[in-house]
């Protein structure tokens, strides 16, 4: 079993920024992928980054640019980093993990709200 919680969310202006973390904890030796989701009031949850365990990434079209993800293996972290952020960028925010076992999880997530 692995648990992951969330931090960082917050209340930015438009073009802010903001950093998030996920802190794994339990079974971390068996995490492969991590990656931030994110849903919106009335939407579906959706991918906006990921990353592998050696390191490859990838990201949503609407936030390419503006996001980077990086993971520290060493503290069992994984963090997004979101510039030039846009109201249509307010959701709550998941953290992910998948096992080489390919069991996913989450974490409770994180609201993230960006003012006009």
């Known amino acids: 079993q692995v648990q992951l919680v969330e931090s960082g969310g917050g209340l930015v202006p438009a073009g802010g920024s903001l950093r998030l973390s996920c802190a794994a904890s339990g079974s971390t030796f068996s995490i492969n992928a991590m990656g931030w989701y994110r849903q919106a009031p009335g939407k579906q949850r959706e991918l906006v980054a990921a990353i592998s365990s050696g390191g490859s990434t990838n990201y949503a079209d609407s936030v390419k640019g503006r996001v980077t993800i990086s993971r520290d293996n060493a503290k069992n972290t994984v963090y997004l980093q979101m510039s030039s952020l846009k109201p249509e960028d307010t959701a709550v925010y998941y953290c992910?993990?998948?096992?080489?076992?390919?069991?996913?999880?989450w974490g409770q997530g994180t609201q993230v709200t960006v003012s006009s």
């Open positions: 992910n993990c998948k096992d080489f076992n390919n069991r996913y999880y």
